[in-house]
Structures are given as C-alpha cells and as structure tokens.
C-alpha cells in the first residue's frame, strides 16, 4: 500500500531555534500533501495544504512566515517551524492522497515536537 | 457550530460488545465521509470509507445518511485490541477534509 515516510519522529529544541520535518511518499507521487497539527486529547488541526512548484495554501490563524512550507519535488514536502516556542509544542502529521476519487488519505507516522 | 462533531465518549465496554458512535456534519455538500482509527501518539490510519448505501467490513459497519447529515460506525463483538480513538472524517470539495475530535474507545476484559 501507499507510504507517506515521515522524520524525525521525535525532537526536542530549544526555544529561539528552527526545526525542519520532512514527509516523503515512497511510492507515489504526490502533487500535494497535508500537513496537520494535533495537541494532546485534541483533533487533528489542518495548518496547510503543500503543492509541488507553487506556494502552499495556508489556513487562518496559521502563520505562514513561522511554518515554513516547501515541495520542491512530487515526492518530498518539508515543514519548518522558525522560531519556535514553547506553544508550539505539538504533534506535526502529514499526509497525502495516493491517487484520485474518494479514497482515504495516508498518514505519516508522525512527529513530536518538544520546545524547551 | 463545529463542522464535524462526534459523540464525546470516553465509551467503556467489555469484550464482546456492541458499541455505535455518530457523526454528525454541516455541510450538506459534503462528498466523501472516512472513519479512522488513531492509537494513542500514533498517526491516524484509515479504518473504512463510508458508502451512501451503508458498508460493512468484518465487525465493523458504516452508515451515512445523507438527510440528515449523520455517520455512524458500529462495531460487533469488540476486542480489546479496539481500544483506540475514533475518528469522523469528511472531505469537502477538492481537498478540504475535516477532522471530528474523536471518540474514545477502551474495551476491557
């Protein structure tokens, strides 16, 4: 089945510093991808949608000049978090939709992001 | 109003249960309907795709009425492996998908 390869799973940093997450789909192309935010006993939370070659669509509230977003190529979409703090702490999920039509999205597995 | 709301839970059951939880959502123009299973710190994974005429993969059974805006999933004889939160997904036009908050399930021997 469909992959979406998600690191690191895991990081701590220190508050001040810029962490960068990458999502790769192993075996389909993926023109654009999801990237989702999950605080604890909460839903999942669409930040932005990624799209190859062009600039990623952001949802309101979400700041577009801290949650850098980059897919350069139909395989690989990255997310970095500038500046971070202690707020934003959290679970960073992406996704993508192998093929078209009514199918459900994958997931990657995920990443914890500490802020100390 | 949430545009995907779904029972709050936490639901608490023995094995071999019966268990059902609702969805309900706001936008009638609302295409395609998912439940999926998330594992606690775990990414979501698909569980089922929601088909107008109803489905049902093993123990599990999905409904969507479309009157009335409301999805359901029912699980038969549930395992202790089914403890997980659950959640109602709805995709919009294009690529909007919105998530419910979930719904809890601990299922115990």
């Known amino acids: 089945g469909a992959v979406v390869s998600q690191h690191p799973s895991r990081v701590i940093c220190k508050s001040g510093t810029s962490v960068k997450i990458e999502c790769r789909s192993l075996?389909?192309?993926?023109?654009?991808m999801f990237w989702y935010r999950q605080f604890p006993k909460q839903s999942l939370m669409l930040m932005a949608t990624?799209?190859?070659?062009?600039?990623?669509?952001?949802e309101q509230g979400v700041e577009k000049d801290k949650f850098l977003i980059n897919h350069a190529s139909l395989t690989l979409s990255t997310l970095t978090v500038t500046s971070a703090h202690p707020e934003d702490s959290s679970f960073y999920i992406c996704?993508?939709?192998?093929?078209?039509?009514?199918?459900?999205?994958?997931f990657g597995s995920g990443t914890r992001l500490t802020v100390v | 109003r949430k545009e995907v709301e779904q029972d709050p839970g936490p639901f608490n059951v023995p094995e071999g249960a019966t268990v059902a939880f609702n969805c309900t959502y706001s936008?009638?123009?609302?295409?395609?309907f998912f439940w999926y299973r998330q594992d606690c710190r775990k990414e979501p994974k698909l569980l089922m795709s929601?088909?107008?005429s109803g489905n049902e993969d093993g123990r599990f059974t999905a409904q969507l009425n479309r009157a009335s805006q409301y999805i359901s999933l029912l699980i038969r004889d549930s395992k202790l492996s089914d403890s997980a939160t659950y959640l109602c997904?709805?995709?919009?036009?294009?690529?909007?998908?919105?998530f419910g908050a979930g719904t809890r399930l601990f299922v115990k021997a």
């Open positions: 996704s993508a939709q192998p093929g078209t039509g009514d199918y459900g999205y994958t």
């Open positions: 075996d389909f192309q993926a023109t654009t």
């Open positions: 990624s799209n190859e070659g062009s600039k990623a669509t952001y």
């Open positions: 936008n009638s123009a609302s295409q395609s």
């Open positions: 929601v088909y107008s």
């Open positions: 997904v709805v995709k919009n036009g294009g690529f909007k998908t919105i």
